[in-house]
T-cell receptor, first 113, second 111 residues
Framework: SQTIHQWPATLVQPVGSPLSLECTVE??????LYWYRQAAGRGLQLLFY??????ISSEVPQNLSASRPQDRQFILSSKKLLLSDSGFYLC????????????FGEGSRLTVL | SQQGEEDPQALSIQEGENATMNCSYK?????LQWYRQNSGRGLVHLIL?????REKHSGRLRVTLDTSKKSSSLLITASRAADTASYFC???????????FGKGTLLTVNP
């Protein structure tokens, strides 16, 4: 069966520090991969998606970047965090060629102080 | 931008009652999906309804889709305290690669 792992679960970082959130998927090949952010009381905002290794599409201009060094690995990064980067970050995957049902990780709570 | 918008934003009911949540969207879609999120957790896919379907059932869940009104509803029958969660509708935003979510309905089921 397919599983998705996301870490760390909780992170408290000072403004200006770097960020690295990691996500890996097991039990499937060539998944589409996604990073969403959820601000308090709001819906999910799609940040990045990837349809293959090294292929990253950015949905919103921001202080973040994403990379996909391996087929089932997706990394969200920042060189210098801003207060506005605080939020709940969710990694997700979907299978190629299907109707787009997403399978989410458990999320990473980032607080920038 | 938000494609789907859920209504109401919050709903509080007693155990055993039915809960109905609505979703409106703006552009043509080929499917609409509902997800559930327990507090502080990831989202879980509940059900998908295609544009050529009008109603779909899964256990205690019933989803309807009216493409002429660009709206969908999620009905949870005989609710339980464990149904307490936020519920989101999601639609493909331009392609099946990208799902766009609404802000969700927070459902509280009181025991």
């Amino acid at each position: 069966s397919q599983t998705i792992h996301q870490w760390p679960a909780t992170l408290v970082q000072p403004v200006g520090s770097p960020l690295s959130l990691e996500c890996t998927v097991e039990g499937t090949s060539n998944p589409n991969l996604y990073w969403y952010r959820q601000a308090a009381g709001r819906g999910l905002q799609l940040l990045f998606y990837s349809v293959g290794i090294g292929q990253i599409s950015s949905e919103v201009p921001q202080n973040l970047s994403a990379s996909r060094p391996q087929d089932r690995q997706f990394i969200l990064s920042s060189k210098k965090l801003l207060l506005s980067d605080s939020g709940f970050y969710l990694c997700a995957w979907s299978a190629r060629g299907n109707t787009g049902e997403l399978f989410f990780g458990e999320g990473s709570r980032l607080t920038v102080l | 931008s938000q494609q789907g918008e859920e209504d109401p934003q919050a709903l509080s009911i007693q155990e055993g009652e039915n809960a109905t949540m609505n979703c409106s969207y703006k552009t043509s879609i080929n499917n609409l999906q509902w997800y559930r999120q327990n507090s502080g957790r990831g989202l879980v896919h509940l059900i998908l309804i295609r544009s050529n379907e009008r109603e779909k059932h899964s256990g205690r869940l019933r989803v309807t889709l009216d493409t002429s009104k660009k709206s969908s509803s999620l009905l949870i029958t005989a609710s339980r305290a464990a149904d307490t969660a936020s519920y989101f509708c999601a639609t493909p935003g331009g392609s099946n690669y990208k799902l766009t979510f609404g802000k969700g309905t927070l459902l509280t089921v009181n025991p």
